[in-house]
């Protein structure tokens, strides 16, 4: 990922030790007074869920503010801006709300006004269920697509955002147009973005100009991923920094297990089969109905669908389409003399992976010797496994698994390689990586580097590529800017 790129007048600034950085402040678009900001704390943070969450605290001195202050409440946007010597080199950097605290007012003695807003990105209101439509039940998708902004109605990162109160126009994605035969919704919005995010490396983020952002996924086949670094930090403009292994994360063997859904062609997904049968001279097997014990007569029998895979194997359903109608049901059911079932009940809607029927006699003894339904179906292979190590990092580390599991893997192919195959390779040159980590203070407002970023690291003598792991912005009305990142080695 790339750091923002700033205005031309920002950036002949940044490095300029003679010019203070400070803070502006928007509500829903009207500037605060410069001079009542008193502190404003600005985190960014890659989150282990998969996500990148912005937030924020604001300290504002109301004494003469109050009535300014007044007209916003919970919800309403608050932009905030760094700028360099004046208001003419300024950059907004963060696009976020009041939280469901308000704005808290306090007082000390007679003269000491003062407030305090905690401010949170559109993340918040993503991942609260309760505010979602139909946020107790799970949503089955088929034939989706993972980011395809072209055809929203089939893209998943357009489906979950819309989940969550948001429209096409609110996301800035990326072009991963990888089949996802089945998947079952069950968290909340940001949640199942989180995990799609994570499955393909993409970054997501609750940016400054889009209300989502899902972009800089390395399988993205249209818009070229970069890891190229930014800016470079010196110990000229570092006021402090520790370095320490950080090797948590360290794993030289690899198991990525999922739900591995397909889709077949249509086939026999049921054929009626019971106890108490006879075979004929042809050993065809035939099903005398002399009353009405056996179930398919009964009310609310199920006819669970079953498929076979490519490989013959038989397989459970989860989904069922272009599914024989009654009359083609009927016409296909083989009785002995030309005898004739009542068909009370065929219901194919209700459920996805078995038909509810129920056959009326009507008296007649009825020999049957075949009813089956055709259709085509989405089938499941549970605790599919990929396995991938490194002997070298074994025999010189010992084994050390990481047991992955993600819900969204494709089984498209890049190059003619399967894309769950392709991901199991790459998580575990990531996690084969053994590196040191770093947490450094500056005072350069460093406001167009983005958690998830790389940037060049220059002390101990030696020059790294980082990854940005976590960024803060301080202003203090009475001290002097600083900017803290946790950085890790790439």
């Known amino acids: ?81 760094y700028c360099y010597g004046d208001n003419s080199a300024c950059f907004m950097r963060f696009n976020l709300k009041i939280d469901d605290n308000g704005i808290q007012y306090e007082q000390t003695g007679y003269s000491k006004k003062t407030c305090r807003i905690h401010l949170v990105d559109h993340s918040k209101a993503l991942s609260d269920e309760k505010k979602q439509k139909n946020w107790t039940e799970s949503q089955i998708l088929v ?15 357009h489906i979950l955002a819309k989940r969550g109160g948001f429209s096409a126009d609110d996301i800035d994605c990326c072009y991963l147009p990888f ?33 989502i952002s899902f972009t800089e996924s390395p399988y993205d086949t249209v818009n070229k991923f970069s890891d190229e670094k930014g800016i470079t930090l010196t110990d000229a403009f570092i006021t402090h920094y520790r370095s320490y292994n950080d090797n948590d994360e360290y794993g030289n063997s690899i198991r ?7 889709e077949t062609e249509k086939q026999v997904l049921w054929e009626f089969t019971d106890s108490h049968s006879w075979y004929d001279e042809d050993f065809n097997v035939w099903y005398p109905f002399t009353n009405d014990s056996r179930e398919i007569c009964q009310d609310n029998y199920k006819a669970l669908y079953t498929a076979k895979d490519l490989n013959g194997k038989v397989r459970t359903v989860v989904y069922a389409e272009d599914i024989d109608d009654k009359e083609t049901f009927e016409k296909n059911i083989i009785t002995d003399g030309g005898k004739k079932f009542e068909i009370e009940v065929y219901d194919t809607t209700s459920n996805r992976n078995c038909a509810v029927i129920k056959l009326n006699r009507n008296g007649e003894n009825i020999a049957l010797g075949s009813a089956r339904i055709h259709g085509k179906a989405i089938i499941s292979e549970t605790n599919f496994c990929v396995y991938r190590h490194d002997e070298k990092e074994i025999k010189k580390h010992g084994q050390q698994v990481k047991n ?80 803290e990142l946790w950085l890790s080695e790439k």
């Open 179 to 211: 089949n996802v035969p089945y998947v079952e919704i069950t968290k909340s919005a940001w949640d199942e973005l989180c995990d799609l995010a994570k499955c393909y490396g993409a970054s997501l983020e609750c940016s400054k100009d889009k209300c």
């Open 143 to 157: 034939h989706s697509v993972v980011c395809d902004e072209t055809q929203p109605e089939k893209s998943l990162v």
């Open 404 to 483: 992955l599991s993600y819900k969204y893997l494709s089984n498209d192919e890049i190059d003619g390689v399967p894309f769950y195959e392709l991901r199991a390779n790459d998580l575990l040159e990531e996690y084969k990586k053994r590196h040191r980590s770093f947490y450094v203070t500056t005072y350069l407002c460093l406001c167009n580097v983005r958690a998830g970023a790389c940037i060049g690291l220059n002390i101990e003598g030696k020059e790294r590529k980082v990854s940005v792991d976590e960024i803060s912005f301080r202003y203090k009305k009475e001290e002097a800017f600083s900017t």
């Open 1 to 81: 990922m790339k750091c923002y790129e700033l205005p031309a007048a920002c950036e002949a600034n940044l490095f300029n030790k003679n010019i203070r950085p400070y803070v502006r402040i928007a509500f829903e678009g009207n500037y605060f007074s410069d001079k009542d900001i008193i502190e404003c704390v600005i985190q960014s943070y890659r989150s282990v869920d998969g996500g990148t969450r912005n937030l924020g605290d604001l300290i504002l001195d109301t004494t003469e503010t109050r009535e300014f202050l007044d007209n916003y409440d919970t919800g309403d946007d608050v932009q905030i801006w």
């Open 256 to 262: 990525l297990k999922y739900t591995k859904y397909s």
